[in-house]
């Protein structure tokens, strides 16, 4: 398996623009997470779903942030309207119950 | 709730050193307890797992890690350092609603 693959790696954009971030899991995994990783706060866990179903989104920051899977392969995370301060690294990561969560390489957004 | 400290966010030991970094635990339930490395503008890889059975748990590079129950405690070590062990060392911790929250991390620095 090719892991946990995550487009674009790198995301420039202006401040007021949506941007959708993607997420192709490990095939077979039933848990699927979005973090992201600041400088200020670290690794913060944004959603998560199990079988494509949301499970926790307490984490997202606010509405301006959307997750989605519509199937076991993929999943996006929306942020519309997106503002400096959404400048991160997003990662995405799956896994199997009770098994370690497997990382994509990551999306390095900066909104200017 | 879950939680987890690392104590130190800069370690720096010479090359052939002993490796030691602190994570230190909080959970209501038997926690599974994960370190991961993450290498500049790479995702993070898993080093080693704690679920159950042997406290004392046996990585990849080297690394190992021993779960004491009793000090909350899971920390991380290596008995020889090595130059390509520099990067960013997580611990995590997570209970069976498979959410995986991280310590802030450590730099780790291998002087030569």
């Known amino acids: 398996d090719a892991g946990v693959i995550q487009s674009p790696r790198h995301e420039v954009t202006e401040m007021g623009q949506e941007v959708t971030l993607r997420c192709k899991p490990i095939?077979?995994?039933?848990?699927l997470f979005w973090y992201r990783q600041t400088m200020m706060r670290g690794l913060e866990l944004l959603i998560y779903?199990?079988?494509?179903?949301?499970?926790?989104d307490s984490g997202m920051p606010e509405d301006r942030f959307s997750a989605k899977m519509p199937n076991a392969s993929f999943s996006t995370l929306k942020i519309q309207p997106s503002e400096p301060r959404d400048s991160a690294v997003y990662f995405c990561?799956?896994?199997?119950?009770?098994?370690?969560?497997?990382f994509g390489q990551g999306t390095r957004l900066t909104v200017v | 709730a879950q939680s987890v400290t690392q104590l130190g966010s800069h370690v720096s030991v010479s090359e052939g050193a002993l490796v030691l970094l602190r994570c230190n635990y909080s959970?209501?339930?038997?926690?599974?307890l994960f370190w991961y490395v993450q290498y500049p503008n790479q995702g993070l890889q898993l080093l080693l797992k704690?679920?159950?059975?042997?406290?004392l748990v046996k990585g990849i590079n080297g690394f190992e890690a021993e779960f004491k129950k009793s000090e909350t405690s899971f920390h991380l070590t290596k008995p020889s350092a090595h130059m390509s062990d520099a990067a960013e060392y997580f611990c995590?911790?997570?209970?069976?609603?498979?959410?995986?929250?991280f310590g802030q991390g450590t730099r780790l620095t291998i002087n030569p």
């Open positions: 704690y679920t159950t059975g042997a406290t």
């Open positions: 995590a911790v997570s209970s069976g609603a498979q959410k995986l929250v």
């Open positions: 779903f199990n079988n494509n179903v949301p499970i926790d």
């Open positions: 959970s209501s339930v038997p926690p599974y």
């Open positions: 990561a799956s896994s199997l119950l009770n098994t370690e969560a497997f």
């Open positions: 095939s077979g995994h039933d848990y």
